[in-house]
């Protein structure tokens, strides 16, 4: 079976850097994807991480360490638009498992 | 292109009666998903399907069921409704025929049962 630790909430003012963690335990693991959702919206999709390291797309990064089953989500210049709830997904060949999702609030 | 929808957006059942929850997706993917979502709980895969004629159960399958005739459908279907499957519930597709890639959700269908 898969399961995933993440912080329930994070809090941080608009202008600063947070990380979100994500350990896992998982019985085959291919990568770990992290998705973003606004309250009462769809979540959508923001990395993938496949191979251990730093992967980064603009304001946001994501790292993964596969030995240590860990990885985070960094996201800097925090902006309001930012606050929403984050998940880490292990991804199987077949699945998709998603963590219990970190609320971010930012505030002004 | 629309992308993934879900109809309806909102539904109301009472227990016991039954419903298909309606999932489209245009972009030609092979793999289509369903999640429910409950708070505190995250999303919990329901069924997948990696392409038409296949389909396999989730984490919490019991009490739906799915098919996959085409492509671009994907139904749930609730059997017997029950309070505990008051939830949303999320469709999402993607181009390859694992979980790897890209996950596009659907807007997502708030049920509550009676």
């Known amino acids: 079976g898969q399961s995933l630790e993440q912080p329930s909430e994070v809090t941080a003012v608009e202008g600063a850097i947070v990380q979100i963690n994500c350990t896992y335990q998982?019985?085959?693991?291919?990568?770990l994807s992290w998705y973003q959702q606004h309250d009462g919206g769809a979540p959508t999709f923001l990395s993938y991480n496949a191979l251990d390291g730093l992967e980064e797309t603009g304001r946001f990064s994501s790292f993964l360490s596969r030995s240590d089953s860990y990885g985070y989500l960094l996201l800097q210049e925090l902006q309001m638009k930012d606050s929403a709830s984050y998940f880490c997904?292990?991804?199987?060949?077949?699945?998709?498992?998603f963590g219990k999702g970190t609320m971010l609030l930012v505030s002004p | 292109n629309a992308g993934v929808t879900q109809t309806p957006k909102f539904q109301v059942l009472k227990t016991g009666q039954s419903m298909t929850l309606q999932c489209a997706q245009d972009m030609n993917h092979e793999y289509m998903s369903w999640y429910r979502q409950d708070p505190g709980m995250g999303l919990r895969l329901i069924h997948y399907?990696?392409?038409?004629?296949?389909?396999d159960q989730g984490e919490v399958p019991n009490g739906y069921n799915v098919s996959r005739s085409t492509t671009e459908d994907f139904p749930l279907r609730l059997l017997s409704a029950a309070p505990s499957q008051t939830s949303v519930y999320f469709c999402?597709?993607?181009?390859?025929?694992?979980?790897?890639?890209?996950?596009?959700f659907g807007p997502g269908t708030r049920l509550t049962v009676l």
């Open positions: 997904a292990v991804a199987g060949y077949s699945t998709l498992t």
């Open positions: 999402a597709s993607s181009t390859l025929g694992t979980s790897t890639d890209t996950q596009y």
């Open positions: 399907s990696v392409g038409a004629g296949i389909t």
């Open positions: 998982t019985s085959g693991f291919y990568g």
